[in-house]
Nanobody, 117 residues
């Protein structure tokens, strides 16, 4: 059963916009926050942004002012809107849904974003 499913990854030119989606299964009633992470080739996975069920957001310094995380309660889907993209944003982007319980921690399979001219 797929609990978390990302989509929207693509090849985009520098400066171009792109929006990623993360559909979270409604069966996951323990979820308290959804986060986007990314992993570039040869690098460790890093946190990009998070949003809590209360709407509190957090952004890594590297994406502040360029990326926006949001949550659509009706669709149970989180979005990462990326503007002014740079080549350093090239990575596999992963969605994570988690709650307070250690067992409540779900990852998607990832979606590739490539920023290149």
């Amino acid at each position: 059963q797929v609990h978390v499913q990302e989509s929207g990854g693509d090849l985009v030119q520098p400066g171009g916009p792109l929006r990623l989606s993360c559909a979270v299964s409604r069966d996951l009633t323990c979820i308290e926050a959804v986060g986007w992470y990314r992993q570039a080739p040869g690098k460790e996975r890093e946190l990009v942004a998070t949003i809590s069920t209360r709407g509190t957001t957090y952004y890594a310094d590297s994406v502040k002012g360029r990326f926006t995380i949001s949550w659509d309660n009706a669709k149970n889907t989180a979005y990462l809107t990326m503007n002014t993209q740079k080549s350093v944003d090239t990575a596999v982007y992963y969605c994570n849904a988690k709650g307070t319980l250690l067992s409540c921690d779900y990852w998607g399979q990832g979606t590739q974003v490539t920023v290149s001219s």
